[in-house]
């Protein structure tokens, strides 16, 4: 999870590297490091801590440079300190790595270097792979490029890397097996990162590396890149979508905030050309040539982590509702351990906000080694999932940089529910009448959210009396169950309360013994489906004096006469109330979150792409 960059060519390396290592802080923010080619040696700089204490050192140091590499660490292998901190070095200092991803086999390499006489500084796997490329080649005398082939032959598990040489200030070689890298081509010069981000100002041609490819990057030559076995491969220039604009906080305090409201446009986007403007038919370009294998599914398998997984859990509730077929929702890094049961006529659905996230991918290749067609959404273009997948729809959310995930929520729903709707009509489980019907209401949620978005100011008033709270519960029922396991996960993330979401219903098999007057309880009760059976729940937490905020229907007066405080959210279809019901509970934790001074945007042990398992 950790953020990798490399630049080559006229510019000072420098300025550009720190600018990009801060548009990647969040992949990682425990350390950072940079190196930088310079006559005849390696300016290694690092630290522990976040890329402005990195640039704070070095603006007392000479930086000057046209070639350099850039790390921010996600800890896995080692603590959080300047001597685990990236770039590392082999033993005889010509070689300087850096490296996001977990090489599996590193104990076993380690013993073997050691015993050859290598003596290492820090307890990151990654030191250990630029001492065997240090090896090999001294061992076979061969140049870096093929050190490194030779070297990743060798390594079991993830890595995306970049390895430059002391007095070699015209290249570098980059690789990547499971973890994400892209290559942005200038004129005369090369920007390589783990996303587009750092790369999007300078350049909107890019190549992505495939797993298993390793590129040699000169800035006087076309780019070079092999397989690992020695196979030549040909670079297939893809032009970026993203904007500068986009990734940037246009005068919010936090990103957090910036891509809550935005909520509105992405999920506009996310419905614009898929619903056509006279017919109201949707038409779903990515899986047209897979419409009919869905409606003959025996089984839809969602595989996905963390939000993406509560989005799936949704997904369960629309298709199984609308479509009729049968739906599992999985943690991907439970599915490939279990040895899951897997046929042709089921349908796997991926969901990943990045594209990149590590179990989801691993979970994607068992199903496709097992014959199954797999299916994508995703948000990322160009990413891992999306290349992996038969077929698949991007949700144009646009990038979201805030580690806590807000907008990639809303719009996964907006594309299940897409998929749902289309694949009912189609297999005749609902009527055109009521096909019709869900389309005009699912229109109408992004001018929805912006009503919601208007009740900010109230909502941090309610934020105000619970953020020294130390514990709260979340409960909800039906299409809003997965709802209560989202807020609950959001005020986690960043706010560092313990918060969980149940059942509504199932609060009374345990829950309701935490259930007293400090505890706030967090109701979504919209007026749909079991609202009556919701106030009951609601009446059996106020009879034990807890805290209620209710998550209600405009105009509700039931709820509103025994809740303690209300947030109120528009009417709509119950299929499509998640996205709306969602929405408070992001504002809620966003406001409980500063108030307590936590960092929203980079909360503490988290990273926004998860790339290693």
């Given amino acids: 999870m950790c953020g990798i960059i490399g630049y080559i060519g006229h510019q000072e390396a420098f300025p550009i590297i720190i600018k990009g290592l801060k548009r990647l802080e969040y992949r990682g923010y425990d350390s950072?490091?940079?190196?930088?080619?310079?006559?005849?040696?390696?300016?290694?700089?690092?630290?522990?801590?976040?890329?402005?204490?990195?640039?704070?050192?070095?603006?007392?140091?000479?930086?000057?440079?046209?070639?350099?590499?850039?790390?921010?660490?996600?800890?896995?292998?080692?603590?959080?300190?300047?001597?685990?901190?990236?770039?590392?070095?082999?033993?005889?200092?010509?070689?300087?790595?850096?490296?996001?991803?977990?090489?599996?086999?590193?104990?076993?390499?380690k013993k073997a270097l050691t015993i050859k006489g290598h003596e290492f500084k820090s307890e990151t796997d990654t030191e250990v792979l630029i001492h065997l490329i240090e090896e090999i080649k001294t061992q076979e005398n061969v140049t870096l490029f093929e050190s490194v082939r030779l070297a990743l032959?060798?390594?079991?598990?993830?890595?995306?890397?970049?390895?430059?040489?002391?007095?070699?200030?015209?290249?570098?070689?980059?690789?990547?097996?499971?973890?994400?890298?892209?290559?942005?081509?200038?004129?005369?010069?090369?920007?390589?990162?783990?996303?587009?981000?750092p790369i999007v100002e300078y350049t909107r041609n890019v190549v992505y590396l495939e797993d298993g490819e390793i590129a040699k990057v000169n800035k006087s030559l076309e780019l070079e890149i092999k397989t690992i076995t020695n196979v030549s491969k040909t670079p297939y220039i893809h032009e970026l979508e993203l904007s500068l604009d986009a990734i940037e906080k246009g005068g919010y305090p936090h990103f957090m905030l910036k891509e809550i409201n935005e909520q509105p446009k992405s999920v506009l986007n996310t419905l614009r050309g898929r619903i056509d403007p006279e017919t109201k038919e949707i038409k779903l370009g990515g899986i047209f040539d897979y419409e009919q294998k869905i409606i003959n599914a025996s089984r839809i398998i969602i595989i996905a982590c963390g939000t993406s997984w509560h989005a799936g859990l949704i997904g369960e509730y629309l298709f199984e509702d609308l479509t009729r077929i049968p739906v599992e929702v999985e943690y991907a890094s439970e599915f490939r351990y279990r040895n899951p049961i897997l046929r042709e006529s089921d349908i796997v659905l991926a969901i990943s906000q990045s594209g990149e996230t590590a179990d989801t991918l691993a979970a994607l290749k068992l199903a496709k080694s097992k014959g199954v067609t797999v299916l994508g959404i995703c948000n990322v273009v160009g990413s891992s999932i999306p290349r992996l997948t038969d077929a698949g729809i991007y949700t144009h959310a646009g990038p979201e940089i805030g580690v806590a995930s807000t907008k990639?929520?809303?719009?996964?729903?907006?594309?299940?529910?897409?998929?749902?709707?289309?694949?009912?009509?189609?297999?005749?489980?609902?009527?055109?009448?009521?096909?019709?019907?869900?389309?005009?209401?699912?229109?109408?949620?992004?001018?929805?959210?912006?009503?919601?978005?208007?009740?900010?100011?109230?909502?941090?008033?309610?934020?105000?009396?619970?953020?020294?709270?130390?514990?709260?519960?979340?409960?909800?029922?039906?299409?809003?169950?997965?709802?209560?396991?989202?807020?609950?996960?959001?005020?986690?993330?960043?706010?560092?309360?313990?918060?969980?979401?149940?059942p509504a219903a199932e609060m009374k098999h345990g829950p309701i013994a935490l259930i007293d007057e400090n505890m706030p309880i967090v109701v979504i009760a919209t007026q749909r489906t079991n609202y009556e059976k919701?106030?009951?729940?609601?009446?059996?937490?106020?009879?034990?004096?807890?805290?209620?905020?209710?998550?209600?229907?405009?105009?509700?007066?039931?709820?509103?006469?025994?809740?303690?405080?209300?947030?109120?959210?528009?009417?709509?279809?119950?299929?499509?109330?998640?996205?709306?019901?969602?929405?408070?509970?992001?504002?809620?934790?966003y406001q409980i979150a500063v108030l307590r001074g936590c960092n929203v945007d980079q909360p503490r042990n988290l990273a926004k792409s998860v790339t290693v398992e």
């Fill in 32 to 109: 950072a490091g940079v190196s930088i080619g310079r006559h005849d040696e390696l300016n290694i700089i690092k630290t522990k801590g976040k890329v402005d204490n990195l640039e704070d050192i070095s603006n007392k140091k000479n930086t000057s440079g046209k070639i350099g590499i850039g790390h921010t660490r996600w800890a896995t292998h080692g603590e959080p300190n300047k001597k685990n901190a990236h770039p590392h070095c082999s033993g005889n200092g010509e070689f300087a790595i850096i490296h996001n991803g977990i090489i599996e086999n590193y104990d076993s390499i």
């Fill in 153 to 197: 032959n060798e390594i079991v598990g993830a890595y995306a890397i970049i390895v430059m040489q002391k007095g070699s200030n015209e290249e570098f070689i980059a690789a990547k097996n499971g973890s994400p890298l892209v290559i942005g081509i200038g004129n005369g010069e090369y920007f390589i990162a783990s996303d587009a981000t």
């Fill in 408 to 502: 990639a929520f809303t719009t996964q729903v907006s594309v299940l529910a897409l998929i749902s709707l289309l694949i009912a009509y189609k297999k005749g489980e609902i009527n055109q009448i009521t096909y019709r019907e869900l389309i005009r209401e699912i229109e109408l949620i992004p001018e929805k959210i912006s009503k919601v978005l208007k009740s900010s100011s109230k909502i941090a008033k309610i934020a105000k009396r619970f953020s020294s709270s130390s514990n709260f519960l979340y409960l909800g029922r039906s299409y809003n169950f997965p709802v209560a396991l989202e807020g609950a996960l959001k005020l986690k993330e960043i706010s560092y309360i313990h918060a969980e979401g149940y």
């Fill in 534 to 589: 919701i106030i009951s729940n609601i009446q059996e937490v106020k009879s034990r004096g807890g805290k209620i905020i209710a998550i209600v229907t405009m105009g509700d007066t039931s709820v509103k006469e025994i809740a303690d405080y209300c947030i109120e959210i528009p009417d709509s279809a119950e299929q499509f109330s998640p996205i709306l019901a969602n929405i408070p509970l992001q504002l809620l934790s």
